[in-house]
């Protein structure tokens, strides 16, 4: 079954410790896998996905097909990284049909 | 202002009861979604529409029935509404492809007492 796993609900760490956000996914094909983010009080938007292979706010993600996971990093956390953080497989080439896993709240502390 | 905007944002209705949320963008996205998001915040998508043809259908019960009059718009209507439908609603939209990111609405909390 296709399935997306984000195992940890909250991640809390403080100012300028590195961030790992794991995210590991189940699925046969050659995956299509992003990340969203929902700051407070505004609407999920779209971080990273890992066919760009970029580095957006400083975060990246690099697929590991071996372990089939696609862990979200970031070296120095900051306090405006405090989010909700979804990890998200698209089975399904032509068409957004994307798996969202459950979610990690990251809260960064001063 | 360029977004995905849904209508209400806050639903409190009864069981049994048939109402709609609406989702409009002007972003010139020819493909549209809805998903549905659970008290474990789980996203799962429901419908997706592609220039007005319904391309994704997940199992969802025949009580939700979406409507796309025209490609900036996709409609959601739930019939017989029963307590756990309440959830959060999310609309969004997208170009057509697999790897065009998904814009947002703000959502609507649907509570059904």
């Known amino acids: 079954a296709q399935r997306v796993t984000q195992p940890e609900k909250l991640l809390s760490v403080f100012k300028g410790a590195p961030v790992e956000l794991k995210c590991n996914y189940s699925y046969s094909g050659s995956p299509e896998l992003f990340w969203y983010v929902q700051y407070s009080r505004q609407r999920l938007q779209l971080l990273l996905r890992h066919i760009s292979r970029e580095s957006i706010k400083g975060f990246t993600a690099d697929l590991n097909k071996g372990e089939t996971s696609f862990h979200l990093k970031k070296p120095f956390a900051q306090e405006e990284d405090s989010a909700m953080y979804y990890c998200a497989l698209n089975p399904s080439g032509g068409y957004n049909k994307l798996i969202f896993g459950a979610g990690t709240r990251l809260a960064v502390h001063p | 202002d360029t977004a995905v905007s849904q209508t209400p944002k806050y639903l409190v209705t009864q069981m049994g009861n048939d109402k709609s949320i609406k989702c409009e963008q002007n972003?010139?996205?020819?493909?549209m979604y809805w998903y549905k998001q659970d008290s474990k915040k789980f996203l799962k998508i429901m419908f997706s529409?592609?220039?007005?043809?319904?391309?994704i259908n997940e199992t969802v019960p025949n009580r939700f029935s979406p409507k796309s009059p025209d490609k900036a718009h996709l409609n959601l209507h739930i019939n017989s509404l029963e307590l756990g439908d309440s959830a959060v609603y999310f609309c969004a939209s997208s170009q057509t492809g697999g790897n065009s990111p998904l814009h947002f609405g703000n959502g609507t909390r649907l509570t059904v007492t």
């Open positions: 529409y592609n220039n007005k043809e319904l391309i």
């Open positions: 972003l010139g996205h020819d493909t």
